[in-house]
């Protein structure tokens, strides 16, 4: 034990290199661990300085491993999965029973949680407990059964069955255009006081990828831009006449429904990704895990979502 802990680098560096490895970003790192940017880059130095390599190639948006980088990258993220796995098998056997399934906080917030009700209803002998975290929670690091994702399904270890795909428009409350036109173009649209959502997830659509995908550059955000660290709030604030959201169908169709949002333009996006339910292909699921599993794919199956569905946009 004494070789292992002589030989070993810092453990809290270890867990920050792998965050800082897997985001590309040091402030993603951060925020996912719950300390400051410079605490991130500190152990990163420390670690650089116990090994007497460097890590990542400086100065390079989104951070880049070297060589070193890459080599320690995959051994840290082996053990690490391999002791979280571990450490999720001997939890669950602790506690029998129960099925954790973990999804973004917008998922679990607005789609998940106004559904859940009517499982426990219908299986009230199966013990639930919901994680909502930002960025995904991987089933096959802990203690998660099931785990919805957003991407195009083929990831390492995981089986993975799609849930939903998705539509995304540019929603505000009616009064925030109460006497006066809304915006009849995307150029007048860039113009207006737009919502915008901190990008922990790539995968997701930033208004500066709407325009870029409408031919136009959103150059830079507003010196009093609204910005948010998570998409219930935003929406929230759309609500609230704050601005204009990138509405997610799914995610903002009880809102529109009771007319809290509207659509604002034509315009829709199809994202090439989706939603999918995930689970660790190495572990056979319990029957309460697959019962839940079964219900909410056929959750997302009845929650399709076409352009058809959607009330006609202001402009």
Not at 4 to 33: G, K, Q, V
Not at 150 to 172: I, K, Q
Not at 302 to 311: F, H, I, P, R, S
Request: proline letters at 8%; one cysteine or more; glycine letters at 6%.
């Amino acid at each position: 034990m004494e070789r292992l802990r002589r030989d070993l680098p810092p453990p809290t560096s270890l867990i920050a290199f792998e965050a800082a490895a897997r985001l590309r970003n040091f402030t993603h790192a951060a925020r996912e661990l719950g300390v400051s940017q410079a605490a991130v880059s500190r152990q990163i130095h420390n670690l650089e300085d116990n090994l007497g390599v460097s890590l990542f190639h400086r100065g390079s948006r989104p951070l880049v491993l070297t060589g070193e980088g890459l080599r320690l990258h995959d051994a840290v993220t082996t053990g690490l999965r391999q002791i979280a796995a571990v450490a999720g098998d001997l939890r669950r056997a602790s506690h029998p029973g129960t099925v954790t399934v973990a999804a973004s906080v917008a998922m679990t917030s607005l789609w998940l949680m106004p559904r859940v009700a009517a499982f426990r209803a219908a299986h009230p002998g199966i013990a639930l407990r919901v994680i909502a975290a930002d960025p995904y929670t991987d089933p096959t690091r802990g203690e998660v059964d099931l785990a919805i994702r957003f991407g195009r399904g083929d990831w390492p270890g995981l089986e993975a069955l799609p849930l939903f795909d998705d539509l995304v428009m540019p929603v505000a409350a009616p009064a925030l255009f109460a006497g006066r036109p809304a915006p009849a173009s995307q150029e007048e649209l860039l113009a207006c006081p737009l919502l915008h959502l901190e990008e922990v997830d790539p995968s997701w659509i930033p208004w500066r990828a709407w325009f870029a995908r409408h031919g136009l550059a959103q150059t830079q955000k507003p010196r009093d831009a609204f910005t948010f660290n998570a998409y219930p709030n935003m929406i929230q604030a759309a609500v609230d006449g704050q601005g204009i959201a990138l509405g997610w169908a799914h995610l903002v169709r009880r809102e529109l429904a009771r007319g809290e949002l509207v659509r604002i333009t034509p315009a829709l996006l199809q994202p090439g990704e989706m939603q999918h339910l995930t689970w660790p292909a190495r572990r056979t699921l319990p029957d309460d895990a697959a019962t839940f599993r079964d219900w909410i794919l056929a959750q997302g199956r009845a929650d399709a979502v076409a352009e058809d569905d959607l009330a006609p946009p202001l402009a």
